[in-house]
């Protein structure tokens, strides 16, 4: 098991807003992928595309329901 830290960011709605919802944790994580299904797992309308960069950053972009989220995942 790797562990990562985990920046999650929630994009704003509001046109007006362009501050975003932050979260930073260091996990120890298996799969990233399934980590990202686990916590949209009720989730309706549930879509995600994954980034693999250079320096070995994965990075998942999200859509649920249209509010837009991003996973970024740098190993430790």
Known sequence: MKEYEVV???FNECANN???D???EEVPIDDLE???RKHHEKERDFTFER???ADG???YHVNTSGLLQRY???EI
């Open 51 to 53: 980034e693999e960069l």
């Open 18 to 20: 362009q501050m975003r």
């Open 57 to 59: 950053t994965v990075v």
């Open 22 to 24: 932050v979260f930073i």
């Open 34 to 36: 399934e980590y990202v």
């Open 72 to 74: 970024t995942f740098t």
């Open 8 to 10: 999650h960011e929630i």
